[in-house]
């Protein structure tokens, strides 16, 4: 991988305009798919951003117990590596795509956050409970899945399916990257 400070020369001048302007489309493209699902922070007059957007999280903490580390976990299950959190809002993700994401990897973000929404949703519906749900309980790792012992020792008990830990959309069945580790107590 090329450092983008030696991508610079690299990609010279009409290079450069022509990456910032596929970054900026792809930011705006994930702001305006996500917007239907989520409260987004600072867009400007014409409900557009420059090359990232915040994504609000703090709507969820009343609603569902849910705090931006829930949705940083839950898109581990997902395959993707969290956002920046809570910079420079406090429970806040900073969604900033590069110009190197294709369309079907921007997609394939945008429905695992959209997933992510309905399973808050649920929540909030009392469909799924406050604590012990599939967000409070993520990341997954293939050794609670795999078997019924799970890393703990104990038996599958959890008010969700392994098969909604696992693979909460269908293409995780063919692209699947496991997280290691399940969740680690949080500093407080």
Same mark, same amino acid.
């Given at each position: 991988m090329v450092n983008r400070l030696t991508s610079i020369p690299l990609l010279g001048r009409d290079g450069l305009v022509k990456a910032t302007k596929?970054?900026?489309?792809?930011?705006?493209? !994930?702001?305006?798919? !996500?917007?239907?699902?989520?409260?987004?922070?600072?867009?400007?007059?014409?409900?557009?951003?420059?090359?990232?957007?915040? !994504?609000? %999280?703090?709507?969820?903490?009343?609603?569902?117990?849910? #705090?931006?580390?829930?949705? %940083?976990?839950?898109?581990?299950?997902?395959?993707?590596?969290?956002?920046?959190?809570?910079?420079?809002?406090?429970?806040? !993700?900073?969604?900033?795509?590069? #110009?190197? #994401?294709s369309k079907e990897e921007l997609d394939r973000f945008v429905d695992a956050l959209v997933s992510i929404r309905q399973e808050i949703r649920d929540i909030e519906e009392g469909k799924a409970p406050r604590q012990g749900n599939v967000l409070k309980m993520s990341p997954h790792p293939i050794g609670d899945i795999i078997s019924g012992d799970g890393e703990s020792g104990a038996k599958w008990d959890r008010p969700y399916t392994r098969e909604q830990a696992a693979y909460p959309l269908p293409w995780l069945k063919e692209k699947k990257f496991w997280p290691s580790v399940a969740r680690v107590d949080d500093g407080e």
């Open positions: 596929i970054t900026l489309l792809n930011a705006n493209y !994930l702001l305006s798919k !996500l917007k239907p699902h989520y409260k987004i922070m600072y867009t400007n007059k014409n409900d557009r951003c420059a090359h990232e957007f915040i !994504l609000d %999280a703090r709507p969820f903490h009343d609603s569902a117990g849910i #705090e931006a580390i829930d949705i %940083a976990k839950r898109l581990q299950d997902y395959g993707f590596h969290a956002p920046t959190m809570s910079w420079p809002v406090p429970n806040t !993700l900073m969604i900033e795509p590069t #110009e190197s #994401e």
